[in-house]
C-alpha cells in the first residue's frame, strides 16, 4: 500500500482541493491481488488503489468511456507471422499503466482509507491522471499510449484497435497491447531493441524478455516454432468447478453421440449434430482468414509492394 501511495504520489496523481457541496465525490477502496508465473507460483504482492468509478456520474465524472478488447486471432496471427519469419517477439509491462492517462474531466475522490492527510482531513483529492475504476481510465491510458506510438512513426491497425504497425520501407514492426501486457515484434532486432529504449524513456516499463505468457496462454518455443497451451487456465476453471477427475474428450459434443430432446421427447438428428459441430468451428476460421488478407493487404501498402490478382 505504501508503495502505491508513492508511486501516486509521485505521479502527481491528485491535488487537495476544500470540499463543496455540489461536487460529486467518488470513493476508493484498496484491492489486493496475487501476480503468478506461469507454473502457479507467487511472483509478488500488489495493492491497487481503486476508486468507485460506478458513482460517477455521466456528462459530469466522464464523457467517453472505451474497452480496450484484444482478439485472440490476432495474437495468433502475429505470432504466426513472427514464427515464419524467425523474429523474436519481446514482452513488455506497463508499470502503474493507467496512472499516466491524463484525464480532462473534473473528478473528485475521497482521500484514500488509511491515508489521509492530518493537516486536511476534510478536503477531498482532484484527480488529474486516470485512476482504476474509473469510467474513462482505460480510454485516456489507451489515449496516451496511442498518441505517444503514433508520434514515433506507428500506424493503429483499422481491424484491431490493440494491433500497431510500424513500417520505414525496409523493416516492419507490430505491437500489440492489452492495458499494460505489450507485445513487440519485428523484423530488425537492433530497431527492436531501440523501440524498447523509445517506450522505457516515456513509460516506467519492465522488459520480460521474450514471450513466455500472455493473457493465459502459455507461449513455449520448440525446434519446429512456438507451441501455445492453456493448461494452467482450464486447470484452474477445472478446479473451481470440482471436475478435475474427469476423463478428456476431443470435442465438447461428439457428433456419434445420441442426444435426447426434453421438449420434444425424441431422439435429436445425427445430421444436424455434426452441423452444430461444424458451424461452431467456422467462425474462427472465417475470422482468421479476414483478418489474414486484410493484415496482408495492409502491409502490402506500407511496404509499397504491388498486389497481383490471379483470379482471370
Known amino acids: 500500500m ?19 457541496p455540489s461536487m460529486n465525490v467518488v470513493g476508493s477502496r484498496w484491492v489486493y491481488r496475487i ?26 465524472d466522464y464523457s467517453e468511456t472505451f474497452s480496450l478488447v484484444i482478439k485472440q486471432v490476432t495474437v495468433r496471427l502475429v505470432f504466426s507471422i513472427a514464427v515464419s519469419r524467425n523474429w523474436q517477439i519481446h514482452q513488455l509491462d506497463i508499470h502503474n499503466a493507467f496512472l499516466n492517462g491524463v484525464l480532462i ?22 484527480l488529474h491522471k486516470s485512476l482504476y475504476g474509473l469510467k474513462q481510465a482505460t480510454r485516456a491510458w489507451y489515449t496516451c499510449l496511442s498518441d505517444f506510438l503514433l508520434s514515433i512513426g506507428f500506424l493503429a491497425s483499422k481491424v484491431d484497435t490493440s494491433l500497431f504497425i510500424l513500417s520505414d520501407g525496409t523493416n516492419i514492426f507490430y505491437l500489440l497491447v492489452y492495458v499494460d501486457d505489450i507485445l513487440l515484434t519485428g523484423s530488425n532486432s537492433a530497431m527492436l531493441h531501440c523501440l524498447i529504449q523509445l517506450l522505457s524513456s516515456e513509460f516506467k516499463l519492465r522488459d520480460l524478455g521474450v514471450v513466455h505468457y ?78 489474414l488478407l486484410t493484415e496482408f493487404v495492409s502491409s502490402c501498402m506500407l511496404l509499397q509492394i504491388p498486389i497481383v490478382s490471379t483470379v482471370s
Not at 505504501?2 to 482541493?17: P, Q
Not at 473534473?106 to 483529492?125: A, I
Open 2 to 20: 505504501c508503495d502505491e501511495i508513492k508511486a501516486l504520489r509521485s505521479n502527481h496523481m491528485w491535488s487537495l482541493v476544500p470540499f463543496h
Open 35 to 60: 501476480k503468478r508465473r506461469v507454473d502457479g507460483n507467487i511472483e509478488r504482492y500488489k495493492a491497487y488503489l481503486v476508486a468507485r468509478g460506478f458513482t460517477q456520474q455521466e456528462d459530469i
Open 105 to 126: 474531466e473534473e473528478v473528485y475522490m475521497k482521500q484514500p482509507s488509511g491515508f489521509v492527510d492530518p493537516t486536511l482531513p476534510s478536503h477531498v483529492c482532484r
Open 214 to 291: 500472455f493473457l493465459g496462454i502459455e507461449v513455449q518455443s520448440t525446434g519446429m516454432g512456438l507451441m501455445l497451451r492453456q493448461h494452467k487456465y482450464i486447470f484452474d476453471i477445472l478446479t473451481r468447478a470440482g471436475t478435475t477427475s474427469c476423463k478428456p474428450v476431443d470435442t465438447s459434443v461428439s457428433p456419434s453421440k445420441l442426444l435426447y430432446s426434453r421438449i420434444t421427447h425424441s431422439l435429436i438428428p445425427h445430421d444436424f449434430v455434426k452441423s452444430w459441430v461444424l458451424f461452431s468451428i467456422l467462425p474462427s476460421l472465417a475470422q482468421i482468414s479476414a483478418l
